[in-house]
């Protein structure tokens, strides 16, 4: 029987993409100095010019970084930790004026500024003193991409590698187009069999 890690992405930093809940999980990443990689990225903050309004960099950051996530394996931005030669260094925090807000302007970005449409993105505010938080933005690894972002006069791919985002070449963009059909190929086919499994337990347990 087909499992899914047939067409899922199984490897080791796969596997470390997880929802970060509390500051400890935060803290446990400086003590054991963990470095980013293609699931893991920190930012001190993202590049605002006043009050929680992104920059014109800060925007483009944000969508090259959060769609090179879904493009790739998934992973976790996480926003209020600073980094020193890419390892984490200290849990710093970021303060908004209004948290509901300023996750809504995250959100349009990508709803307006992502193609296709990307779903299945989390926030997670965990707040490390009064009024200062880390932002955990988790992305899923997305089956309907590739997705490109497209914002003002740019429309182009990302994808992750060990030291962080880079624009995908035409054989990366091709290769990510051949690659989630054979996922979708293979994931159709895992759900056709378990249904005949399904169906086959049916007729036995009804005799």
């Given amino acids: 029987m087909l499992g899914l890690d047939t067409f899922f992405p199984s490897t080791k930093e796969a596997y470390m993409l997880r929802r970060f809940k509390s500051i400890e999980d935060l803290e446990r990443l400086v003590e ?24 014109k960099k800060g925007i483009s950051r944000f969508l090259e970084n ?17 980094e020193e030669e890419s390892c984490a260094k200290e849990v710093k925090g970021i303060q908004v004026m209004n948290r509901d807000s300023f996750q809504l302007m995250l959100e349009n970005l990508l709803r307006d500024s992502v193609k296709p449409r990307l779903n299945g993105v989390t926030y997670d505010w965990i707040e ?7 932002l955990a933005i988790t992305v899923p690894y997305s089956l309907q991409g590739p997705h490109v972002v497209e914002h003002g006069s740019q429309w182009r791919f990302f994808s992750r590698h060990s030291n962080g985002k880079h624009a995908m070449d035409v054989d990366e963009v091709r290769e990510a187009f051949l ?29």
């Avoid at 963990?34 to 992104?54: M, N």
């Avoid at 490390?128 to 880390?134: C, E, F, N, Q, S």
């Avoid at 996922?183 to 049916?202: G, P, S, T």
């Fill in 32 to 55: 054991n100095e963990v470095k980013e990689d293609r699931t893991i990225d920190f930012k001190a903050d993202l590049d605002r010019d006043k009050g929680d309004d992104l920059s």
């Fill in 128 to 134: 490390i003193a009064k009024g200062t938080y880390v």
């Fill in 66 to 82: 959060i769609t090179a996530f879904a493009n790739t394996q998934g992973g976790v931005m996480l926003v209020g930790i600073t």
């Fill in 179 to 207: 690659s989630r059909n054979q996922y979708r190929e293979k994931a159709i086919a895992y759900r056709n069999e378990r249904y005949r499994e399904l169906m086959n337990e049916d007729r036995y347990v009804g005799g």
